[in-house]
């Protein structure tokens, strides 16, 4: 189980963070993938451009592999299970520890006019996304680490105030650990809302991934053999490894070794992979978003599947709390 916020185009993180590990999970195991439209409204309650965004968000998954015949591929908003659980784990989860959360504390400052009650409750809901169909891997990137922790413990308060009910969900990714993809200025990682320039969306055109390349933060080179990457070094060096060849890795690592590298020439190779990786996405997703019929019936379709599963988990929350008076 896992969701994506339809705040924006699908980045490059949202990709190896996320979507990707989705469509390897889909030929293993039962899987539930939302777009989280109801986590946009805490920081997003401008709704004018959600229903083209949540096609878009629909779109690039399926354009990126995922098949909604063979998963839950729905909207969090229809499935109204999910408010009356995170109701309940409201009553579970204390405002000392939302407060200390890092996500919380980062959007405070950022939007300091719309601290809602919706911002500080945000781990809860996600839990109930995840818990309401008792999964137990959750495919996420490397920002989203403290949230599952949370979700670790509001489940397990759950289980421990009214019996067993819910397994532990764990992030999960199929490398060896979770993925951050940085973003190009050095800055931070690579994101929906913020940093656009520096972020390499699945919906670029070929020109704008060359400019964004070009301008990654390098610096004048190293001076010294085998010397350590500055981190802004190794973020161009990460972003190549997702998209291109052993052997061109290879070499550039030498030439960084060597003392010879020319970053100009590096971007360019990177660009020109990048292109390579986001343009057959790019045209494919362009495509399902032009057929909404197609993406009105992947939704209901979802949302069926989705709603099942979670009404079978409310009958047992229902049951465990005692809240069965009939
Ligand atoms: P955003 O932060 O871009 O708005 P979301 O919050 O909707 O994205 O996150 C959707 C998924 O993409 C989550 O699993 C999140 O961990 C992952 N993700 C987002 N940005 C990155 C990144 N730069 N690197 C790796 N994973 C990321």
Do not use: W
């Not at 070499?251 to 360019?268: A, L, P, Q, S, V």
């Amino acid at each position: 189980m896992s969701g994506i916020r339809p705040t924006g185009f699908l980045h490059l993180g949202n990709y190896f963070g996320a979507v990707r590990n989705y469509v390897r999970m889909q030929e293993e195991f039962e899987c539930y993938f939302m777009v989280a439209d109801l986590h946009s409204l805490t920081t997003h309650p401008d709704t004018k451009e959600l229903k083209t965004n949540v096609h878009r968000v629909l779109s690039e998954n399926i354009a990126c592999g995922l098949d909604p015949d063979r998963v839950a591929l729905f909207c969090q908003s229809h499935v109204y299970e999910t408010a009356e659980l995170y109701l309940y784990l409201n009553m579970l989860a204390y405002k000392g520890e939302l407060e200390k959360t890092v996500t919380f504390k980062d959007k405070v400052r950022q939007h300091p006019e719309n601290v809602n009650a919706g911002l500080l409750t945000y781990p809860v809901l996600q839990t109930a996304d995840i818990i309401l169909h008792r999964a137990s891997y959750v495919p996420v990137g490397k920002d989203q680490e403290q949230h599952l922790e949370m979700a670790r413990t509001f489940a397990n308060r759950f289980n421990h105030r009214y019996g067993d009910v819910f397994p532990e969900p764990q992030a999960f990714n199929y490398g060896d650990e979770l993925v951050k993809v940085p973003s190009l200025d050095g800055a931070g990682k690579m994101s929906k809302s913020e940093n656009q320039y520096a972020t390499l969306y699945l919906s670029d055109n070929d020109k704008l991934i060359m400019d964004k390349v070009k301008k990654a933060k390098t610096d004048s080179g190293p001076t010294e053999p085998n010397s350590p990457k500055p981190e802004i070094i190794q973020n161009v060096f990460s972003l190549m490894k997702l998209v291109s060849g052993q052997d061109v890795i290879d070499k550039f690592e030498t030439d960084y070794n060597n003392c010879t590298i020319r970053y100009g020439d590096m971007k360019k190779q990177l660009g020109e992979d990048m292109v390579k990786f986001i343009g057959p996405i790019r045209e494919k997703a362009e495509s399902i978003r032009n057929n909404p019929a197609y993406l009105k019936e992947v939704m209901e379709k979802g949302a069926e599947k989705a709603r099942k599963s979670a009404a079978a988990t409310m009958e047992l929350v229902r049951e465990a709390i005692g809240l069965n008076y009939f």
